[in-house]
């Protein structure tokens, strides 16, 4: 039996997946993902000065959108009800501020799989794991999988 070769890593495009959460406190999240190392990329705010959306990138690449939760909206979710995993090359660093943040962060833990990864939950409920794993390489688009 021939091994299957590896898949080829393609470029990476920029992301259009985005993880999006809603939070009674979006302003206190946005300070939150900020003392974690995210960017704040853009934040537009109601007349009332309340965040509507705001997009916090991820250095590394990728990132996450957040808005103030209505009820009576659209889209809506609860609050506290959304999980990311966040790809990082210092899983330490991040550690290091997320407790420097006053978060309640897991020990950071060596994975069976290959990397670490340390887990926590924000004030809002939502939960976030930051790690070192990267995933697996993307299949070419010529791949139809398995």
């Given at each position: ?26 302003d206190l999240?946005v300070?939150?993902l ?11 705010r ?33 609050p506290?009800t ?8 210092d ?12 978060l ?7 994975k069976?799989y ?26 070419d ?6």
């Open positions: 039996m021939t091994p299957t070769p590896a898949p080829s890593p393609s470029p990476s495009p920029r992301p259009t997946v985005w993880p999006a959460f809603q939070a009674r406190d979006p999240l300070r939150l900020v003392a974690l190392g995210f960017e704040e990329t853009a934040t537009y109601d007349e009332e000065g309340r965040v509507e959306h705001a997009q916090l990138d991820w250095p590394e690449g990728g990132g996450v959108m957040l808005g103030r939760h209505k009820p009576e909206g659209l889209f809506t979710q609860q506290g959304t999980a990311a995993y966040v790809v990082t090359s899983v330490e660093g991040v550690h290091s501020r997320a407790v420097a943040a006053g309640d962060a897991g020990p950071v833990e060596e069976p290959g990397g670490s990864d340390f887990r926590l939950t924000d004030p809002e409920g939502n939960q976030w794991s930051f790690g070192s794993y990267p995933g697996e390489p993307r299949r688009s010529g791949s139809t999988g398995t």
